[in-house]
């Protein structure tokens, strides 16, 4: 079937071009928690957080590795989503937050199996080391290794006020140092955290273009029970872009607005996240399908005659 040129440099065909075939992602949950959350020392993590939030179903109650990767295949098969090549996405928690013996462990296992062409791996900037890029490195050589990194925002007053753990110049040097190993990098960054105004969420566009990374994913604000961030709402709702009257078109002319100030290079991977709605407080989404957001996105820079990058 043909495919319809996109507006926008989709992942999905990215790496398609990038691989010669089909991706799937395979989320593996490596128990590994965050160094920023687990720490001793009172900092408590990320006021957005919520770990249980961000672990998919089929690797919930899977114990190692293999297990996890064989649920993943059959969960996506069974929903008729083929694919050519496999990659372990290493997703769930701060998937460097371990000795290195043990992460080289835990990748081994991965790559071991014979359905998985390569690695994924979901972390924070300020918790890689030369030598867990060394070894990466090497990795790269005979399978496809990507890391990415969350930064969330660009703008170290936000990055403060949430209780983040780094600044952005970690977060630059995290990738810089990445992509001079030859590896991939993918980051994301959360729309709407507290104090940020559209102008500042579109402005920051700019900083992420001189990133050099490969490719992105946007997350809304999404506010869960139970989070130092949940009580910040319900406290000071004057904080938040995406308080009463924000509406999804809304959402959507914001998200046109950085795809045309985004460099074309970088593949968008999403615009959006999900999570199960009993820990949702509040999403400026509601309960959108992703496909059907990704359609009005899509359509809007159509109408506008718009594509990624025109406004750089």
């Not at 985004?262 to 949702?280: G, T, Y």
């Amino acid at each position: 079937m043909h495919r319809a040129k996109l507006p926008y440099n989709d992942y999905g065909s990215a790496m398609r071009n990038r691989l010669g075939g089909r991706v799937q992602k395979l989320a593996i949950d490596a128990h590994l928690g965050c160094p920023h959350r687990n720490a001793t020392d009172g900092r408590g993590g990320c006021t957005f957080c919520l770990g249980e939030a961000f672990t998919p179903s089929y690797c919930a109650t899977q114990h190692s590795i293999t297990e996890q990767i064989n649920a993943a295949i059959a969960f996506h098969t069974s929903r008729r989503r083929s694919a050519d090549i496999y990659l372990a996405y290493f997703q769930a928690g701060t998937n460097t937050f371990a000795p290195i013996d043990k992460l080289k462990q835990l990748y081994t296992e991965a790559l071991s199996h014979p359905k998985i062409d390569g690695l994924i791996i979901g972390t924070r900037p300020d918790c890689i080391s030369s030598e867990i890029l060394d070894y990466l490195e090497g990795l790269s050589h005979r399978y496809y290794i990507a890391i990415e990194y969350g930064i969330e925002s660009t703008y170290d007053a936000t990055l403060q006020h949430v209780n983040r753990g780094h600044n952005y110049s970690t977060a630059v040097e995290a990738v810089a140092e990445t992509k001079a190993r030859g590896i991939d990098v993918g980051t994301h960054f959360i729309l709407g955290l507290p104090n940020e105004s559209r102008a500042e969420i579109i402005a920051q566009t700019t900083t992420i273009n001189r990133l050099n990374i490969d490719f992105v994913k946007f997350h809304q604000l999404q506010i869960y029970h139970n989070t130092p961030l949940a009580r910040e709402w319900l406290e000071h709702r004057e904080r938040f872009l995406f308080a009463d009257g924000f509406t999804t078109e809304d959402y959507v002319d914001m998200i046109v607005d950085i795809v045309r100030h985004l460099d074309p290079n970088i593949a968008i991977e999403r615009f959006a996240s999900q999570a199960p709605r009993h820990h949702i407080l509040y999403s400026p989404l509601g309960g959108i399908r992703m496909d059907a957001l990704k359609d009005k996105i899509v359509n809007r820079l159509n109408t506008l005659n718009a594509k990624q990058g025109d406004k750089l």
